[in-house]
Nanobody, 128 residues
Framework: QVQLAESGGGLVQAGDSLRLSCAASGRTFRNYGMGWFRQAPGKEREFVAATSWSGSETYYGDSVKGRFTMSRDNAKNTVYLQMNNLKPEDTAVYYC?????????????????????WGQGTQVTVSP
């Protein structure tokens, strides 16, 4: 059973930085791409970023491009989301996700339906 656990959320001010982590367990982590999504109150869950199984390829949503960086450490079974220059509109619950299919390239991991496993989420709140 794949388990994902996010951490690192919190309350910050606009312009600050934050790094989220997602620890994975339950299968061979390095064979699978990973993704981050977010959901603000009253809104649909939105794609944030995805990485390929090796970490050599990443793909970002338009709203975070240039500010957020996704990375992974296969030795630690962990993916990260470095968030810089945070804005109030980045306020949301951030979710880590994993697909059931291995060796999928990052651009093919942009939709919610591309993923089969989800973490519980971590709250990020950005004040003006």
């Amino acid at each position: 059973q794949v388990q994902l656990a996010e951490s690192g959320g919190g309350l910050v001010q606009a312009g600050d930085s934050l790094r989220l982590s997602c620890a994975a367990s339950g299968r061979t982590f390095r064979n699978y791409g990973m993704g981050w999504f977010r959901q603000a109150p009253g809104k649909e869950r939105e794609f944030v970023a995805a990485t390929s199984w090796s970490g050599s390829e990443t793909y970002y949503g338009d709203s975070v491009k240039g500010r957020f960086t996704m990375s992974r450490d296969n030795a630690k079974n962990t993916v990260y989301l470095q968030m810089n220059n945070l804005k109030p509109e980045d306020t949301a619950v951030y979710y880590c996700a994993a697909p059931n299919e291995f060796y999928v390239r990052a651009p093919a991991l942009r939709r919610r339906t591309d993923y089969d496993y989800w973490g519980q989420g971590t709250q990020v709140t950005v004040s003006p």
